[in-house]
């Protein structure tokens, strides 16, 4: 290409080509690279081996020490070290929830509610005997009930009433005055 060259010599040209000048003759082979880690980032700009001083990972350049989450992460963390990726997933205990910051990175099956011969679903809300003076819920297979507070009464004890189904009392009207 119009260059002098030593016999001997050895060069790069243009497309990633290895030549040498060889009894006066120009050799060329493509230039084979050994890539020693598992997310290499490309070739910089002029060279030809991609290069281990980052990460190529999801299409996503990573420098060296970067720690980060994938796109489908499920609170996996990644790390790029010497153009290799390392991640770890959370370890989940097996079966149902545990605490709330984890349940959101853990699968889990929330744990249903055997109470008075009954199964309840998680979340589920129902009253005690059918009235509504006790509400109670299933949360993590455990359930708790809660009374439901009464107001307090403007009237004497011999005016209050407690009707059918009821679990508060309340005021009866007074009778009409007679006259």
């Not at 006066?24 to 493509?30: E, I, K, Y």
């Amino acid at each position: 290409r119009g260059i002098s060259r030593e016999p001997g010599s050895r060069w790069t040209e243009p497309g990633c080509q290895s030549c040498t000048c060889q009894g006066g003759q120009v050799l060329c082979d493509t230039v084979s690279c050994s890539v020693p880690c598992s997310h290499p980032l490309p070739a910089p700009a002029g060279g030809c081996c991609p290069t281990c001083t980052g990460c190529l990972h999801e299409g996503v350049a990573r420098a060296e020490g970067d720690v980060f989450s994938p796109s489908d992460g499920n609170c996996t963390v990644c790390v790029c070290l010497a153009g290799n990726v390392s991640c770890l997933s959370p370890e989940c205990p097996p079966g149902s929830c545990p605490s709330p910051s984890l349940a959101d990175c853990c699968s889990c099956t929330p744990e249903k509610c055997n109470f008075r011969g009954r199964t309840y679903a998680p979340g589920a809300r129902f009253s005690l005997d059918g009235d509504d003076c006790t509400t109670c819920v299933c949360q993590g297979g455990e359930v708790e009930c809660s009374f439901t507070p009464c107001p307090v009464l403007d009237c004497p004890q011999h005016q209050r009433q407690l009707g059918p189904g009821q679990c508060c009392s309340t005021c009866r009207d007074p009778p009409a005055p007679a006259g």
